[in-house]
C-alpha cells in the first residue's frame, strides 16, 4: 500500500486518487454476474418520436450484459439526465448509455459502443447534426454535426494558456471536430445525443452530476 493512501486506498494527502479502468473492466468480466449496462433515454412528454421508439425497439443487446432501460423525467434536460443516471445506478449499472430520443438509431449500436469499451476506450461520444442553427455555435453549418476541442498551441492545449469563459468570449480557443480526420478523436465538448460512460465517471464527480 502506498505510505500516502489510507487502507480503503484514499489519498490522505488531498490527492486525486488514480482510477484503473483496465483493471475495473477485467476484474468484472471475472465475477459470476454479466456487467449491467443501462440505456436511458431523458425526455419528458410522453408522446415520443414514434420511428425513435421503433429503432430503440430493434436495438440489440451485447451479449454477456445484462441490458435495462430507463426514462429520465423532470422539466429541465440537466434534471432529465440526472434522474435517469439516478434510476440506473441505483439498478447497479457499470455502463451508462445516453441516447436522445429525437433521432434514429442503427440496431447494432449498443454493440458497437460497448466494443468500443471493451478496446480500452474510457468514454464515447458520436458526433450528431443539431435540429438547426444555433448563431452562437461558431464554425457550426446548419443542421451540422457538432462537437469540438481546445485548439493546440505552443504550450499543448490552449486551455492552459489562458482561462476559458465560453464560446461567446473566447470562441478563438475552440475548433469544430472534423469527422474525415478518423473514426475516433479526442474532444472536449460534445452533446449526449449518444454517449456511453462507466460508473467510476459519475462517482468521481459530486453531485448534482449534469447542470
Known amino acids: 500500500m502506498d ?76 434534471l432529465r439526465h ?28 449498443l454493440c458497437r459502443l460497448v466494443a468500443r469499451l471493451e478496446s480500452g476506450f474510457e468514454a464515447v461520444a458520436c458526433m450528431l447534426p443539431t435540429r438547426g442553427f444555433l448563431a452562437w455555435n461558431h464554425g457550426m453549418k446548419p443542421f451540422g454535426k457538432v462537437a469540438w476541442r481546445f485548439k493546440a498551441s505552443s504550450e499543448g492545449m490552449q486551455a492552459l494558456a489562458r482561462q476559458y469563459h465560453g464560446q461567446a468570449v473566447d470562441p478563438d480557443m475552440l475548433e469544430i471536430i472534423d469527422p474525415a480526420d478518423g473514426d475516433m478523436q479526442r474532444c472536449h465538448f460534445v452533446g449526449s445525443g449518444v454517449l456511453v460512460f462507466r460508473r467510476e465517471h459519475l462517482e468521481a464527480i459530486k453531485k448534482p452530476w449534469f447542470y
Open 3 to 78: 505510505p500516502q493512501e489510507q487502507d480503503d486506498g484514499t489519498p490522505t494527502n488531498g490527492a486525486t486518487r488514480r482510477i484503473d479502468m483496465d483493471a475495473i473492466f477485467a476484474q468484472r468480466h471475472r465475477e459470476p454476474r454479466a456487467p449491467k449496462l443501462a440505456v436511458i433515454w431523458p425526455w419528458q412528454s410522453p408522446f415520443v418520436y414514434t420511428r425513435c421508439m421503433e429503432s430503440m425497439l430493434h436495438l440489440q443487446h451485447p451479449a454477456g450484459y445484462e441490458t435495462d432501460v430507463f426514462r429520465g423525467s423532470g422539466w429541465s434536460p440537466a
Open 82 to 109: 440526472l434522474h435517469g443516471c439516478e434510476q440506473a445506478y441505483s439498478w447497479g449499472a457499470d455502463y451508462f448509455v445516453i441516447l436522445g430520443a429525437d433521432q434514429l438509431y442503427e440496431p447494432d449500436l
